[in-house]
């Protein structure tokens, strides 16, 4: 039974920040990339940042990197996703996302909304 279930979104002004969670079960967290994807409204779902099994290794799109943070807890089966500087293009539904460490998907999350406007 493999569940993720974020948290975090809301709305927030231009220059605000947000620290989005996905707790995670019915897999082994601690064997699982981790990721994070964002679809704005009328588009398709973008990768923004993944993150290693161990937390060793983290990437970012471009359009995030110096202002998104990724991180794990494995003792908590927690990723998250600090966001910092948002601006009005990350609006959109956020969905977090696991995969086995050698590929193949474990699942996704429902996702949540993080709306930024003034």
């Known amino acids: 039974q493999v569940q993720l279930v974020e948290s975090g979104g809301g709305l927030v002004q231009p220059g605000g920040s947000l620290r989005l969670s996905c707790a995670v079960s019915?897999?082994?967290?601690?064997?699982?990339?981790m990721s994070w994807y964002h679809q704005a409204p009328g588009k398709e779902r973008e990768l923004v940042a993944f993150?290693?099994?161990?937390?060793?290794?983290?990437n970012y799109a471009d359009s995030v990197k110096g202002r998104f943070t990724i991180s794990r807890d494995n003792a908590k089966n927690t990723v998250y996703l600090q966001m910092n500087n948002l601006k009005p293009e990350d609006t959109g539904v956020y969905y977090c996302?696991?995969?086995?460490?050698?590929?193949?998907?474990?699942?996704w999350g429902q996702g949540t909304q993080v709306t930024v406007s003034s």
């Open positions: 996302k696991a995969v086995r460490r050698y590929g193949g998907t474990l699942g």
């Open positions: 019915g897999f082994t967290f601690d064997r699982a990339v």
């Open positions: 993150i290693s099994s161990t937390g060793g290794t983290t």
